[in-house]
């Protein structure tokens, strides 16, 4: 059974930082492509970024490019994200899902119920 668990979240200020964690099971990260995506209220989700397991290669939104890094540590099931420069409209619930592709082209299956972020002074 595939789960993603994700933690981190908090409330902090413009230009702060914030580490995401995304715990699964069920599948390794060296066989299925991840990511992750955000919901703010009123939203539709988007995706934030993915990263392919064919290659370890990442893709990211051009809205948190030079701000996000992404990476995991496939022994340990795990996926961060580092999130720098936050600005009040990273606001959202963010999610990490996953499909069973290597690839990261195409819409995903499962996702964690999410951690909140929430940037304001």
């Known amino acids: 059974q595939v789960q993603l668990v994700e933690s981190g979240g908090g409330l902090t200020q413009p230009g702060g930082s914030l580490r995401l964690s995304c715990v699964v099971s069920?599948?390794?990260?060296?066989?299925?492509?991840i990511g992750w995506f955000r919901q703010a209220p009123g939203k539709e989700r988007e995706e934030v970024l993915c990263?392919?397991?064919?290659?370890?290669?990442?893709r990211y939104a051009d809205s948190v490019k030079g701000r996000f890094t992404a990476s995991k540590d496939n022994a340990k099931n795990t996926m961060y994200l580092q999130m720098d420069s936050l600005r009040p409209e990273d606001t959202a619930v963010y999610h990490c899902?996953?499909?069973?592709?290597?690839?990261?082209?195409?819409?995903?299956?499962?996702y964690g119920q999410g951690t909140q972020v929430t940037v304001s002074s």
């Open positions: 990263i392919s397991a064919i290659d370890g290669s990442k």
């Open positions: 069920g599948f390794t990260l060296d066989r299925y492509a």
């Open positions: 899902g996953t499909k069973p592709s290597y690839y990261c082209e195409g819409s995903f299956d499962y």
